[in-house]
């Protein structure tokens, strides 16, 4: 995958979960009251935001030009994390 279409379906998982979110937040509002399921959903929105966070931050070049190697880490584990989302 590349970088944009890893953030595109982080996106898409994030909407998702936004939208069951404000589900739940039609009838809960205290997050204490929320069963594994719900918190689940918040934690994984959670963590769709910090993943597309880390690529948008994440250095493709170094100072010289040079393709910075240390992204393929960062597309590495943010592809991993979409595959985990998804099979949720």
Do not use: W
Not at 10 to 26: C, D, K, N, P, T
Not at 37 to 49: D, H, P, S, W, Y
């Amino acid at each position: 995958h590349a970088i944009a279409g890893l953030i595109e379906s982080l996106s898409e998982i994030a909407v998702g979960l936004i939208q069951h979110i404000q589900e739940i937040r039609q009838y809960k509002d205290d997050f204490h009251s929320f069963d594994s399921k719900e918190r689940a959903i918040v934690t994984n929105a959670f963590l769709c935001m910090g993943g597309i966070s880390i690529l948008v931050k994440a250095p493709l070049m170094k100072e010289n030009g040079a393709l910075d190697v240390a992204i393929r880490d960062v597309r590495d584990d943010a592809k991993n994390l979409v595959d985990k989302l998804i099979a949720i």
